[in-house]
């Protein structure tokens, strides 16, 4: 039986998954990404038994989520899931915000004299405002890949809600492409598996920045 680590992306309505074995490089990764909006709450397992059969779940060795910000049913379900494969495997899950995972891709979107400062975030959020993170990607990382491994990267800011008078700056407008997404998460997982980092499930929960009442 092959070993596996395994990355799980839902916090659109796209949901992604990319696996790959941890003696292979990403670019032997497989990804799977299925638009399922609602269906997702019954979707997930079949998916992720076709991107890996059940038979192979054994030899996941390490997981890493999406945790959000995202649709609160989505990604829910899939720290969910993630938190339950975990435990039950006693293997490591990393949690990593949607944000985060876009930040190294969305940086070349800021002028080049402000590449590897930190920038923000932001989302738009019909009638309930705007969310932002911070980040920081380190000047000089892979460019044409448009990845980078966990240490090129700090989250300054977990995503939050804004408050009316807040501009951050420099700032950029949120960007899903969960194809790219997914791959940069397997990427993190990939790095911390390889430096043998910790990663307790039970502390991998959801990123709500506004009440998800009425978001489901």
Known sequence: ?????????????????????????LSAARILCRPLGRALTNALPSVLE?????????????LAVAIG???FTGTRLTVVLARTLAQQLQCPLDGV???????PRLQLELPAAQRGEPFSIVQVLPRRGR?????????????ETATCAEM???????PVLLDDADQPEPAVTMATDV???VLQLLRFCQDRHARHASAPWDTVLPIYPTSPVGSV
């Open 1 to 25: 039986m092959s070993d596996w680590l395994l990355a799980l992306h839902s916090s659109t309505e796209t949901l992604g998954i990319a696996l790959v074995s941890p003696q292979e490089p």
């Open 50 to 62: 076709e991107a890996l059969p059940a038979s192979e779940w054994s030899g996941i060795r390490r």
């Open 69 to 71: 910000p995202g649709g």
């Open 97 to 103: 915000s949607s944000f985060a995972l876009m930040a």
């Open 131 to 143: 969310v932002a993170g911070r980040y920081a990607v380190r000047d000089g990382w892979n460019q």
């Open 152 to 158: 090129d990267l700090r989250e300054l800011q977990s």
């Open 179 to 181: 194809t790219g997404d």
